[in-house]
């Protein structure tokens, strides 16, 4: 196939160039961490970093039809020489994708005309929203329940079938990608030295080759339950990207139809890997916290009136550990405006939930822990800028990932389940609870000794420096949305205010009870099982005012980044073994 490149030499130029591309680098083959490991871990680790890289694959055909092809194209023309090609692949590769985000929330688009689908390449690329909703409910009043379930299931590709829909499962539309990972974990069991997580291997590769989702569950199980293990390897299925799914919710007919025949909707996930190398001390770290989950419970809003996966007895259910990162790969890798820092899994539809299972945090060290004498610059130039001097003394970088280990951790409070009724809305409601909840209990942790009185007035100080964005976001970026909202609703209580010359203060004693506010109203929401509530909801707090834009200026000015990558050159090394 034949594209034409959508970005101009200049532009390629501009956003490829370190300052404005941020580069962060993962282990490397010299590292204490990789020295340290067994020989068979070793090996091990090696056939988990090839495993990996078929998950590239994976979401490169999720996320769009026109990855694939023109990733061929761009190394045709690389071969011919054509720099604003090799520019051009920088990108790609970055983003992972022809189409990403930038953090001012431009579209980065690298083929010319090509277009952002809501249902991405799960779904047939010409397929309306209206059309879908067309199709199901004919589909539905003609009786095909099963066929409908399956539709919107999250783990099938869906194409078309005359003028219907049918659905083909993951273990079918990836069988040689999933073949491949399967044969990697298989070898890597038989040489890592940890009984079980080659136990948890050997259970990721069998449901890998089958079409059997209680293969995926009893997988998940056994990897939730994995806490003192040299290596960390996960299969990530989240469900951020997927928008078509979701908008079933909005026709009132279809929504109906799917509640008379018992239909959930469920949104697709994208999936991605992530290999690496367990860092003791920093799981010591996070352990500390798990003793107090059940008093976490305790103290989240209206506990009475829902299931949690955290009882305020029982904390068995939740693992947690720091990793060094070797290689994250698909939905994992891909940089779009920024990249993740830590996961809490399975999420509340996967089965594994439903036999007992429980969830696990895995931690990115290298992702939070980017103190280059750039980062540092940068970060002290939109201090200098933005934030109120006399708070200064409080901003503590750590603080930020001692606030990321309370919102990994609230997503294991609040409601058990029901969320999916809330459509396109649902990851914007959760990720607002997790930040909220982190916020709130901040009282009840710092009088059981997890932390200072100094320290909780870091969180906070840190957490409201760090809430104002470069541009408004899209309603698609779940993450952003929910930023905005609590800022905005930080500002109307009184928590946060700005200066019509753009200084940001924080009124420390009101953000506690702030976030309190709205966390009860959130998980009100989430109870409501309403959609239209839901989208009321943001409606009234997604708003951009004077205050976001005077602080976004001096954002766009004090820090010109605008995308980032990982390096992995300890992947890259034993990739070539």
């Known amino acids: ?56 694959i ?8 026109l990855n694939l092809p023109f990733l061929s194209f761009l190394e045709d023309e690389i071969k011919k020489g054509n720099k604003e090609a090799e ?128 293969l995926d569950a009893y997988a998940d199980k056994k990897w939730a339950s994995l806490q003192d293990t040299p290596l960390e390897f996960t299969i990530s299925r989240e469900q951020y990207a997927d928008l078509l799914t979701g908008s079933v919710t909005e026709n009132e007919e279809l929504n109906e139809l799917l509640k008379q025949n018992q239909i959930t909707a469920i949104s697709k996930d994208s ?70 820092i830590a996961q809490n899994l399975p999420n509340n539809d996967k089965l594994s939930l439903t036999i007992g299972g429980g969830r696990r945090n895995v931690y990115h060290r290298q992702i939070r822990t980017s103190n280059t004498p750039e980062a540092i610059e ?24 001692w606030f990321t280990i309370g919102h990994e951790n609230v997503h294991s409070l609040g409601p058990k389940s029901g969320t999916e009724a809330l459509g396109k809305y649902k990851n914007i409601i959760e990720e607002n609870k997790a930040d909220m909840g982190s916020l709130a209990l901040l009282d009840c942790l710092t009088e059981a000794g997890v932390y200072t009185e100094e320290e909780k007035k870091q969180i906070l100080v840190t957490f409201g420096a760090n809430c104002f964005l470069k541009a408004k976001p899209e309603i698609s970026q779940a993450h952003r949305v929910r930023t905005v909202m609590q800022t905005y609703f930080f500002i109307k209580e009184g928590a946060i205010k700005v200066s019509n010359e753009g200084i940001i203060d924080i009124d420390i004693n009101k953000m506690i009870s702030a976030a309190k506010k709205m966390l ?22 997604f708003c951009w005012t004077n205050e976001f834009e005077l602080i976004s200026k001096k954002l766009k000015e004090t820090d010109k980044s605008l995308n980032g990558m990982i390096i992995t050159p300890l992947a890259d090394y034993l990739c070539k073994q």
């Open 58 to 65: 994976v979401y490169m055909k999720q996320d769009n039809e």
């Open 378 to 401: 940068r970060r002290q130039k939109r201090l200098n800028a933005t934030l109120n001097p006399e708070l200064h003394k409080y901003y503590n970088p750590e603080a930020d990932h």
């Open 271 to 340: 999936i991605g890997i992530r290999a690496g190398i367990v860092n003791k001390k920093g799981t010591e770290d996070l352990l500390k916290v798990k003793h107090f989950l059940p008093l976490m419970a305790e103290n989240m809003p209206l506990k009475e009136k829902y299931e949690q996966n955290i009882s305020c007895e029982d904390d068995n259910l939740q693992t947690m550990v720091d990793v060094d990162i070797v290689s994250l790969r698909g939905d994992e890798g891909s940089y779009r405006g920024g990249i993740t």
């Open 520 to 541: 009860t109203e959130i998980i009100e929401l989430q109870l409501s099982q309403d959609f239209k509530k839901a989208e009321e909801y943001i409606n009234n707090y």
């Open 87 to 214: 520019l051009t692949k920088i990108l790609f590769d970055a983003q992972l994708g022809v189409i990403g985000i930038d953090s001012e929330s431009n579209k980065v688009i690298l083929i010319k005309n090509a277009e952002e689908k809501d249902g991405k390449a799960f779904y047939p690329a010409d397929l309306t929203k209206e059309e879908f909703h067309k199709i199901l409910i004919k589909m539905l009043n003609q009786g095909e329940k099963e066929e409908v379930s399956e539709i919107l299931n999250q783990r099938t590709i869906v194409k078309r079938n005359g003028d219907k829909l049918r659905a083909v499962d993951y273990t079918e539309e990836f069988k040689e990608e999933f073949e491949q990972i399967a044969g990697y974990l298989e070898k890597a069991a038989g040489v890592s030295t940890d009984k079980d997580f080659n136990e948890y291997l050997i259970l990721q590769a069998k449901a890998l080759r089958e079409n059997n989702p209680m």
């Open 1 to 56: 196939m034949i594209f034409e490149l959508n970005l101009n030499r200049e532009e390629l130029e501009k956003r490829t160039d370190k300052d404005v591309l941020i580069r962060k680098k993962m282990l490397d083959e010299n590292s204490i961490e990789y020295n340290n490991l067994a020989d068979g871990d070793k090996e091990a680790l090696k056939y988990l970093v090839k495993a990996a890289n078929y998950a590239n």
